[in-house]
Structures are given as structure tokens and as C-alpha cells.
């Protein structure tokens, strides 16, 4: 499957793979606003460095028409700066949901939700409830 893939060739950090999978115009919607590919494409490097062991663990998947529905697990090891904040050996566990839209056998789009203040927790950012 298409989605399945692609989530394995990120996992793998095989980035020139991956982004053949995604349509020139491919976007990703967040509820904080919209990543274009060419913001996708700086902004993964950085993530990488960050967690240089982050593993994608795909939980569920849902295929429906032209989306499919994926619940992922990432884990991995804050070893570099991100986001400002400079590394804190820290172990994170995100689950992330999303919708993808696939067009003309590439991924198109991308809506989902990041599980960005339990990593900001786990970071010891923000303090546990």
C-alpha cells in the first residue's frame, strides 16, 4: 500500500524515496496552518536531528475512497536542538492521527493532529500535570 511505504521509507530516513511518494503540490493542513512540500523538505532534516532514532510504528490504517485513515506511535531519543529547545537525552512517545488524500497514485494530502505538548512534557518543557 502506498501510505504503508511511504511511513516505512520515513522510518528508514530514506527521504529521497519518500518524497517520491508525495505529489509536487503536496501539502500537509495542521489546526496552526498549512506545510507546503518545500517547508516539509527543511523542516524534516531538522526532526532527524533531533531525534536521530525516532521509529514510526503504524498502530491502525483505514483505507476509504482516496483517503486512508493512519494511527502512528513515534519514539525516539532527543539528542539535538529543536524548536529551540537544546537537547535533553529525553525519551519521547507521540501518537499522531491523520487523514491522507491520495490523487494520481501520489500522496496529496495530509491532515492531522501532533501530540505536541505530551513531547513538550516528556521534554520537561512544560511541567506534568
Known sequence: M????????STLKDMDAFFKF????YVEHFPSGDITLKQLKKGIPEFFNAFPDIHLTIEDMVAEGDKVAVLITQRG???????????????IEMRNTCI???????LAEWWGTLDGLSM???LGVIPKK
Not at 22 to 25: K, R, S, T
Request: charged letters at 25%; a positive charge.
Open 100 to 106: 491522507v488524500k491520495i490523487a494520481n497514485g501520489k
Open 120 to 122: 513538550l512534557r516528556q
Open 77 to 91: 531519543t532527543h539528542k539535538g536542538e529543536y524548536m529551540g529547545i537544546p537537547p535533553t537525552g529525553a525519551r
Open 2 to 9: 502506498l501510505v504503508r511505504r511511504a511511513y516505512e521509507l
Open 22 to 25: 508525495l505529489a509536487p503540490d
